[in-house]
């Protein structure tokens, strides 16, 4: 089967479906992965082949700040990248016609795209809780020209008819409920190709904290980095933070027990870290589950944010300090409590080992098979 991976150009929201997209190359199927070109490139280096379409991410967020600046994140993911994402989609489609199509949770261009060939589309969630229904009905109705112009009788949608769930279900909200087609998945960390660990990894001394705010400028800014370091580096053996979309240089100078680096995969990292620092990314989250670690969430307001630290403190694997108490000594105070008292991590590891009963990215390949492949004539 000829499977087409779509996604919105951020590392957040291709990571959580790229196992599945390995998963299904593996399996013999014929993988290609589509999004903004700077993604695309980086799919490619992971060991996919990848066609770009639409805007690089920071063209797809100008656009979006500029035309709608107060409402500049729903307005980005549908009409600006849709708009720019469908018409190179319609065209590789038509020299190189997908048979299934597999979108990321905000791509909405794939699923548009499999109700115009008449083919199925299964979305993939990221590894947090499900958008709201509020943040659903507003994207379909800013989808509703797209969707008027090319099929003027079918009623919009923002999924597809499959649904794989790879948030953990104590973090999931009960509005899952009202999605069609869920089918629980494991989720799987993926960080990108195969890196050298640096030497320094090896001799961090304990307990040590690993932060990062992601790759998202508007998140990650040198400001709130140097806040995270300046109020935990007293009071740990060492702090690993990654700048992300900023130099290291921009954090000014740092203590000596700070090891600073634009990026870091966490497979490298995770098994030698006692504490993670995020703004509650789903990478991040899902990363600090695996592992069994503790969590301290400093969201910045973004909903998806907002939503995920308050289910890690429910369950109580983390705690998380609103934007109007990320200040150092409330930063500084919630970090020590998470790392002297067990409890924390212990629930941390109790979410995690529940993941790893889930069906994995191979299995989920051999289910998909067997629904759609008799369709193509796929060899199952």
């Known amino acids: ?9 951020a590392y957040g929201h291709f990571h959580p479906m790229a196992p599945l997209a390995l998963a299904a190359r593996d399996a013999g199927h014929d993988v290609l992965v589509a999004s903004g070109p700077d ?11 990848s066609s770009p379409v639409g805007l690089e991410q920071a063209d797809a967020l100008l656009i979006a700040h500029t035309r709608y600046p107060d409402d500049w994140a729903a307005h980005m993911f549908t009409d600006v990248w849709v708009g720019s994402a469908l018409p190179d989609l319609l065209a590789l489609s038509a020299s190189w016609r997908p048979e299934l199509v597999v979108n990321e949770e905000l791509e909405y261009s794939g699923v548009l795209l499999a109700a115009i060939l008449g083919i199925p589309c299964v979305t993939h969630s990221w590894h947090e809780p499900v958008w709201p229904s509020e943040a659903r009905r507003r994207a ?22 499959i649904y794989l769930d790879a948030c953990p279900a104590p973090l999931q909200s009960d509005e899952i409920g009202e999605i069609e087609g869920v089918f629980q998945v494991r989720p799987v960390a993926f960080d990108g190709p195969p890196v050298d ?22 998140f990650s800014t040198p400001e709130r980095l140097r806040l995270i370091v300046d109020a935990v580096a007293p009071i740990v053996g060492a702090v690993v933070v990654t700048t992300g979309p900023n130099p290291v240089e921009a954090l000014g100078d740092i203590a000596p ?13 995770l098994d030698r870290v006692d504490l993670v620092i995020s703004q509650g990314g789903a990478g991040g989250t899902l990363g600090a589950l695996l592992y069994g670690l503790p969590h301290l969430l400093l969201p910045l307001g973004r909903q998806s944010q907002l939503r995920l630290a308050r289910s890690i403190q429910q369950t109580g694997a983390g705690l998380s300090l609103d934007p109007d108490e990320q200040d150092p000594t409330s930063i500084r105070a919630a970090a020590a409590e998470l790392l002297q008292n067990p409890i924390y991590r212990a629930a941390a590891t109790r979410v995690g080992r529940e993941l790893h009963n889930r069906p994995s990215p191979a299995e989920v390949v051999a289910m998909l098979v067997q629904s759609y492949g008799a369709r193509f004539g796929a060899d199952i």
């Open 1 to 9: 089967m000829r499977w087409l991976f779509t996604s919105f150009p």
């Open 39 to 49: 993604l695309a490139r980086w799919a490619k280096s992971c060991g996919m082949e």
């Open 140 to 161: 379909r109705h800013l989808l509703t020209p797209v969707w008027a112009e090319h099929l003027p009788v079918r009623q919009v949608r923002a999924t597809g008819e």
């Open 197 to 218: 660990a640096p030497v320094w990894l090896a001799d961090l001394p304990r307990p040590t904290v690993y932060a990062t705010l992601g790759t998202v400028p508007v």
């Open 257 to 269: 027990n700070v090891r600073a680096t634009p990026y870091l995969p966490q497979s490298l990292l």
